[in-house]
């Protein structure tokens, strides 16, 4: 991969790239060498969530999760252990952030993961709020100053997760924490092993919570605050996903497949992103 930086820092790139395809457009307007930490960002928020959503006993993803507080708390002092704090803690911008702002992601991933399924549409952004507004809060000020208001961000941020959460309905489906609130399998009459299953109920409840979360971005982007590149390539995919797989026959093979192609209205929209980031920077 040309586009990208090689070495350590490499596989925790591809990892991220695996679950944001999208964003190899945005490495076209993101120089890999003079914006490494904004890519290191990116791939850190990646292996955090990961741990958060991704390992199923709490128990281990505790552990690793406490492994990242240690690491993010030590690294401003010397430099961090692993690849990623290494490029991080090596841009200077990395020392001017508060402590707070790395440890508060890590903090909140911990205190959720043991978190039940929501009662609503309403309740899951509330529970979302706490990780992935923290790591909007981090990235906004590391793209745009400690200044900058990371509101937008931050629900554009519980949005994007709400959505991916929907492709992995059928595998989650004996967890705790369901991708549909308890609202919306009571509405349609659906029971865990419903959601395992191709059904009209399901395909229903589907096309309902995609509704309101093409609903909640539609407000989300009339908040206040700048995205960073990689935040506007997730969002504008995000979306677009949402209202293709609301209109699919089977909204959740569409959710699971993707969009296809990159296209040039994603390389005019990372464009005009990149625009936008190098005016703020003066």
Known sequence: MSDAPHG???????????????????????????????????ALEQELLAA????REPQVAAVKLNWWAEELAGAAQGGGRHPLTQVLFDDERAQALPAELWLAPVRAAIAQLE?????????????AEPLHGALAALE??????????????GRVAVLAHLCHALRR????????????????????????ADLRAPGEARDQALRAQLADLTAAWREAMGLAGPLGM???LEARESIRLAKAAARAGDPLATLQRGLPGNGFGL?????????????SEG
């Open 140 to 153: 906004t000020a590391w793209w745009f100053g400690i200044d900058a208001d990371p509101r937008r961000a």
């Open 8 to 42: 350590p820092l490499q596989s925790y790139v591809d990892k991220w790239l695996a679950v944001q395809p999208q964003q190899r457009v945005a490495l076209v307007f993101v120089d890999p060498h003079r914006h490494a930490g904004h890519i290191a960002l990116a």
């Open 169 to 192: 309905l059928q595998d989650d489906a004996e967890r705790d924490r369901l991708p549909l609130p308890m609202a919306r399998l009571a509405r349609f009459g659906l029971s865990r």
């Open 52 to 55: 958060a959503y991704g390992i």
């Open 230 to 232: 990689f935040r506007t």
């Open 115 to 127: 978190a039940g399924t929501a009662a609503d549409f309403g309740a899951q952004l509330v529970a």
């Open 267 to 279: 390389t005019l929209a990372a464009w005009r992103a990149a625009r936008h980031w190098r005016r």
